[in-house]
């Protein structure tokens, strides 16, 4: 769905080795000493887009507290939420753009880009998979479609051959560059048999077929983890409060959810000995009271791992309305979309650094995942949605070329720096001059600090008794990266 407020040849396992040395590079010395005594790495992108992701020349620590007002101060002590990942959505038309629409050497080196740390890569390290059909595909489907009239309840015809062609295979080249890279599964709609319409798109599940849908989830992850690719969290339906009849979806009411999950999907994941992390709603923050009445019933909350959020509507303070009410539970960010209704470069880095960067992570998110990982240069191929929604990368289907547009390098100022299994740190102000700006420590002590302005901007960073200055030219982004001696957990 579009938002109203939604204003970069290597064998597959040398990439594997390159992903985990960068990970490791500078992280000998990882003292607060040498946090003291190393510089300070940085990277800026600016709002006029003449600086992306771009390696600045590195800051010195100075002895003694920063400036009064404008000084952010980093405790690395006081830790918050575990972060599970960064990155997109491998829908079936990034997957078939990326698998037949590049040639060798050009989808190695945007996977490379993409999946890796290596030079301008910024290691995106999760992605969103469609179960079956979404409106970003080639054609509609599910893993059991029948002729009409015909039930197969026991599943006997289910089968994920469609995504075996091109979608497998780009998740496992994906894995091969990255192999902390993790998958999410999100069905659009279940299959048409199971629907009150008959239809992948629009209707209800028939309460004749929870337990059906329950065993359609078990046999994705099944099949999916046969393929080498186990699945780490589902979603028992993307955007179950969004009815369209032009492609799939099905609505399904917090009641419904609640009782899917409390007396279908959540036993049969226990029974099949699953791991998959259930993660309830999958919609926009202005539909919050939908997770609340799901998690209201304790039955249900106890297969519940977290509960995930889209940007289409509402305000990103309603994760922290939710963690209020059930802090044991993760807080996802799942979706959100660029496109051609909002193209100046400076405006989206400022939208999404303030709600989906800093403003998602200070309020409890545990991920950032985006929409379409890649869509062609007419915004598609499109299957009856969005007909203006915009990738992370744009690929030409007559050329190959790629274009990374802003959003590579929103994902790119924390999944370049941050891992998963990082905890964001307290960063806070003095004074009412400093800058948004949000903060984590890695598992291998490095700390990593991003900080966003809408104009130029001068700030300090205090640090066990130290600071150093920086200032913006005009509005942007800049991630900064030290280590410390801190332990990973806290």
Not at 13 to 24: E, K, Q, R, S, W
Not at 130 to 147: E, I, K, V
Not at 172 to 197: E, H, I, V, Y
Not at 469 to 487: E, I
């Amino acid at each position: 769905m579009r938002s109203v407020n939604c204003i970069t040849c290597k064998s597959a396992v040398l990439p594997t080795l390159v992903f985990a040395l960068t990970l490791a590079a500078g992280c000998a010395d990882s003292g607060d000493e040498a946090a003291v005594n190393n510089p300070v790495q940085v990277w800026l992108t600016l709002g006029d887009g003449s600086k992306k992701l771009q390696r600045e020349a590195d800051v010195t620590w100075q002895s003694g507290p920063g400036a009064v007002n404008d000084a952010i101060v980093i405790e690395p002590t006081k830790r918050f939420q575990r972060m599970e990942g960064f990155g997109a959505a491998m829908s079936d038309s990034s997957a078939w753009l990326i698998m037949n629409r590049l040639d060798h050497n050009q989808r190695l080196q945007l996977m490379q880009n993409l999946f890796t740390r290596e030079a301008n890569g910024i290691g995106l390290s999760y992605l969103r998979v469609p179960m079956g059909a979404s409106d970003f595909a080639l054609q509609s489907y599910s893993y059991n479609d029948l002729p009409p009239g015909q039930t197969d309840p026991d599943l006997l015809q289910f089968s994920i051959a469609y995504d075996e062609s091109y979608i497998i295979p780009a998740l496992q080249l994906a894995r091969d560059m990255n192999p902390q890279l993790r998958f999410m599964g999100t069905p659009w709609s279940a299959p048409a048999w199971m629907k009150s319409n008959g239809s992948l798109n629009g209707g209800l599940l028939s309460r004749d077929y929870y337990r059906a849908f329950a065993a359609y989830h078990v046999k994705f992850v099944q099949a999916y983890a046969d393929a080498g690719l186990p699945i780490d969290a589902i979603t028992p339906q993307n955007e179950p409060l969004h009815w369209s009849e032009t492609y799939p979806t099905m609505f399904m009411q917090p009641r419904q959810q609640q009782v899917l999950i409390r007396d279908y999907l959540g036993p049969a994941f226990r029974d099949a000995n699953l791991s998959t992390r259930i993660v309830a709603f999958d919609h926009n923050w202005d539909l919050v009271d939908y997770p609340l009445e799901v998690l209201s019933d304790a039955a249900t909350a106890r297969y519940v791992d977290g509960v995930a959020f889209h940007c289409y509507g509402g305000d990103v303070a309603s994760q922290t309305l939710l963690h209020e009410s059930h802090p044991e539970k993760g807080i996802w960010f799942t979706e959100c979309s660029g496109g051609r209704w909002a193209t100046n470069f400076g405006d989206n880095l400022g939208w999404n650094m303030r709600n989906l960067v800093i403003g998602n992570f200070r309020n409890w998110g545990n991920s950032l995942l985006l929409w379409n990982l890649a869509l062609d240069e007419n915004d598609g191929p499109q299957n009856g949605g969005c007909r203006d929604c915009r990738g992370v990368v744009t690929i030409d289907q007559a050329t190959g070329a790629v274009t990374y547009n802003v959003e590579y390098y929103i994902l790119g100022h924390v999944s370049k720096f941050v891992d998963p299994g990082a905890y964001r740190i307290s960063s806070t102000g003095h004074g009412g001059d400093a800058p948004d700006n949000v903060a984590f420590i890695n598992t291998d002590g490095w700390i990593v600090l991003t900080v966003h302005a809408n104009e130029a901007t001068a700030f300090s960073v205090e640090y066990n008794e130290q600071h150093f200055s920086f200032s913006f030219p005009s509005r942007g982004a800049v991630t900064f990266r030290w280590p410390s001696d801190l332990p990973s957990e806290p």
